[in-house]
């Protein structure tokens, strides 16, 4: 927040900051906790650096998960990752080790275990996976002179920046065990966030994922994929899937981004 010249609460006096609670139209955003794991993964343990804290983390995990590249404890701690050849921890070590140990970590911890936001009333609360919609709705509900908001994320221009598309493939090699797991670890979280949570589970050991996996094999699909509309996201063709003019191994993730969270 420093580098667009905004202070946190905590930082602001005690008048100020109860002045800001009252007054100020408060918004939160929200993110699906799959979301958080894979984002976690992806920007702390595959694109970062040796000065964070977070390559201790990979460390451990590659310990447990490939001892034969340890030759005793002081490798673990002098390991020069991610410079090392063998690279980062898959995501599947990742969650088995968070499965396996119960880690805690507030990238993926729930929220209201790292601030209290039930203590404040909320104008509107937003979901990354659906901010560019949410944003037109905001614009109107702070009577903002724009009809649009633009929606800008500090990583968008990385080639590693995280679409809900890119979670999906991410979680499809784990398995139903690990999958259940945190489907009931996130069963407390807020009823949108759950009911999300719900239908990406449905979606990987259910209908929807196979549908998805029987679209991508090169094969001719069976039927269509309509949005909650009814307009065609995919159509089966002869030779294929084709999304506008992009055959569906391109297009999907952006064709995951369109699926109706209640679908």
């Not at 949410?134 to 903002?144: E, I, M, T």
């Not at 039927?223 to 055959?247: D, K, M």
Request: some cysteine; proline content about 5%.
């Amino acid at each position: 927040m420093k580098r667009y010249g905004l202070k946190q609460m905590h930082e602001l006096s005690d008048n100020v900051a109860k002045d800001v609670a009252k007054h100020y139209f408060n918004v939160m955003a929200i993110r699906h906790p799959f979301d958080r794991l894979v984002a976690y993964y992806r920007d702390k343990m595959v694109d970062t650096d040796k000065s964070s804290n977070h390559p201790k983390i990979a460390a451990a995990i590659l310990r447990e998960f490939r001892p034969q590249l340890f030759v005793n404890n002081k490798t673990l701690s002098k390991m020069n990752y991610p410079q090392q050849a063998v690279g980062a921890p898959t995501f599947k070590e990742f969650m088995t080790w968070i499965y396996k140990n119960k880690v805690m970590n507030e990238h993926w911890n729930f929220i209201f275990e790292t601030c209290h936001p039930c203590a404040h009333d909320w104008g509107a609360i937003l979901r990354v996976e659906t901010m560019e919609m949410d944003g037109q709705l905001f614009a109107k509900l702070v009577n903002s002179s724009h009809s649009r908001i633009p929606v800008r994320h500090s990583h968008e221009n990385k080639p590693n920046y995280l679409q809900f598309g890119k979670t999906l493939n991410q979680f499809f090699d784990l398995s139903d065990e690990l999958v259940d797991y945190f489907l009931e670890f996130f069963k407390h979280t807020d009823d949108t966030v759950t009911e999300s949570t719900e239908f990406f589970c449905q979606t990987l050991k259910g209908t929807i994922h196979q549908y998805l996996e029987e679209l991508v094999v090169p094969y001719q699909p069976r039927r269509s994929l309509r949005s909650e509309s009814g307009a065609f996201l995919a159509v089966p063709t002869t030779r294929g899937v084709i999304y506008g003019n992009r055959c569906f191994r391109k297009a999907a993730p952006t064709l995951w981004n369109n699926l109706p969270v209640n679908i």
